[in-house]
């Protein structure tokens, strides 16, 4: 870790834009200082100079897959590959991740903890932070069974959320209704009972841990609502004939505090296959449904944070995060909170806000540069001129 000095025209400081030029100081990985307007940089320290740039802190993609590599049925062949492979996966996908701006990471779902494992052997200050949950509690044959994480009843559901804080798992992740792309599942209908649910967010909370719900369902995002975890997936309010999520829902989400993730953004350059979009399209899950979502969730004010879902297939590679920013906005939502959910939000509800999510003195030196105002052109963000991971420059 060496010093290293950036200077802008303006930044984003994980709340709110600051122009009129910016010097920042990086440190030992952390950042050292923040000067606005024309401050002179120390003896000694190289400097990059952006002269229509913009700082912001590191972004935060709060619904990632690492062992998924974005191929087709990318989560469902999880099962077929050995380890050592998952491994390489797990560290391109995090390069993609970090080309892209990306700094820090939430995996919502590994292979039996794979994600875990690699974290204690491999962990390095050169890629992403990763806060990780390994294998998602799903019913028997339920979604994403074939990740190892699926359990029956109140003891069994105990029992696997003390397996992951013991795995040394950051956050648990319950498939509180089925998925689109686990064929079996019921999309519309909750996986576990309330009494099951509740059990886990019991032994979670006891044990530290927040819980977030994977939901489709509406009934999955009441339950999951009316039992209180701490964040909800996806919020799509499915029903038999179809997907809206209602007004009085998204004000009880605001009120409650719950962060949502909706997980949107996709490669605009990949077309979708017809068998996904036919599939989707059953759901009522269109494109125009989830923008509605969005807005719904947004305009009441609930807690959003940004995820992308990366590696789930071919439509959402790892580093796609930026297009579920451009989605945000495409969706009313004001660009600086669109920023905040892929920075301070998002270290808040990643467990890491006081070192992460802002750039302030103190908090760790992630940083993305770059060029012109992404509060007035959010497309910006979709060419990196600069990445800095603890301190260090590693892409740009």
Same mark, same amino acid.
């Given at each position: 870790m060496t010093k290293h000095a950036v200077r802008a025209a303006r930044m984003f400081d994980?709340?709110? *834009?600051? #122009?009129?030029?910016?010097?920042?100081?990086?440190?030992d990985g952390r950042i050292a200082d923040v000067h606005q307007g024309r401050a002179e940089v120390p003896a000694g320290w190289p400097v990059r100079e952006e002269p229509d740039g913009t700082v912001l802190p590191g972004l935060i993609d709060a619904h990632v897959h690492l062992c998924a590599g974005a191929g087709p049925d990318a989560l469902g062949r999880l099962a077929e590959r050995p380890e050592p492979d998952l491994d390489a996966v797990i560290e391109a996908s995090l390069r993609s991740h970090l080309a892209a701006g990306v700094t820090t990471v939430r995996d919502l779902g590994d292979r039996s903890g794979a994600v875990l494992r690699w974290r204690e052997r491999q962990m390095r200050d050169d890629l992403p932070t990763v806060v990780a949950s390994g294998a998602p509690i799903t019913s028997v044959g339920g979604h994403c069974w074939s990740m190892g994480g699926e359990a029956s009843g109140v003891d069994e559901i105990r029992e696997a959320v003390r397996l992951r804080a013991e795995a040394g798992a950051d956050v648990v992740k319950v498939m509180a209704s089925g998925g689109v792309f686990t064929p079996g599942t019921d999309t519309s209908r909750p996986q576990f009972s309330d009494r099951e649910l509740t059990a886990a967010l019991t032994r979670a909370h006891d044990l530290g841990l927040p819980v977030t719900a994977h939901a489709h369902a509406l009934s999955a995002v009441e339950q999951a609502l009316?039992?209180?975890v701490d964040g909800i997936e996806h919020c799509t309010c499915v029903t038999a004939t179809g997907a809206h999520v209602p007004? #009085? *829902?998204?004000?009880? *989400?605001?009120t409650s505090g719950v962060a949502v993730c909706a997980t949107l953004g996709t490669d605009p350059a990949v077309v979708t296959p017809p068998e996904v979009v036919a599939m989707a399209a059953r759901l009522g899950l269109s494109e125009a449904t989830l923008r509605d979502g969005a807005t719904t969730l947004h305009r009441a004010g609930v807690r959003l944070v940004a995820g992308s879902d990366a590696g789930l297939g071919p439509a959402k590679p790892h580093g796609i995060l930026p297009e579920t920013l451009v989605e945000y906005v495409a969706c009313g939502i004001p660009a600086t909170a669109a920023l905040a959910a892929a920075t301070s939000v998002g270290a808040e509800v990643c467990g890491l806000g006081r070192r992460k999510g802002y750039v302030r003195p103190g908090f760790d030196a992630d940083l993305l540069v770059v060029n012109g105002d992404p509060t007035s052109d959010i497309t910006v963000l979709r060419r990196p001129l600069a990445v800095y991971r603890a301190g260090d420059p590693v892409s740009g």
């Open positions: 994980g709340e709110r *834009l600051v #122009d009129g030029g910016v010097l920042v100081l990086l440190d009316r039992v209180g007004d #009085d *829902l998204a004000n009880r *989400l605001a």
